[in-house]
Nanobody, 115 residues
Framework: VQLQASGGGVVQPGGSLRLSCVAS?????IGWYRQAPGKQREFVAS???????NYGDFVKDRFTISRDDARNMVYLQMDSLEPEDTAVYYC?????????????WGQGTQVTVSS
């Protein structure tokens, strides 16, 4: 499965961005991690085929993840962005192959929150 993320950019604090990720195939779950300079990669959000959503503790109702299974796409709507949200955001997918769960990663998209 190949993943292509887009939608990053520069936004002022309090602003919004919508990230998109297209997958080349279906997935059991798909979502986002992020990595800020000098920090470990951090879970942001995920959504399953049953549309069960999970979010990182820091999200605090600011982000919304959704998926379009017909297009194999996942979206991350980010509102009330803070400078601490500055990071590279990576799309990932969990795919079952022969009953084993495998993870696939996209190339990342930069989000910068700055005044």
């Amino acid at each position: 499965v190949q993943l292509q993320a887009s939608g990053g950019g520069v936004v002022q604090p309090g602003g919004s961005l919508r990230l998109s990720c297209v997958a080349s195939g279906s997935s059991a779950a798909i979502g986002w991690y992020r990595q800020a300079p000098g920090k470990q990669r951090e879970f942001v959000a995920s959504i399953t085929t049953a549309h069960r959503r999970n979010y990182g503790d820091f999200v605090k109702d600011r982000f919304t993840i959704s998926r379009d299974d017909a297009r194999n796409m996942v979206y991350l709507q980010m509102d009330s962005l803070e400078p601490e949200d500055t990071a590279v955001y990576y799309c990932y997918a969990l795919v079952y192959i022969d009953s084993a769960l495998n993870d696939y990663w996209g190339q990342g998209t930069q989000v910068t929150v700055s005044s």
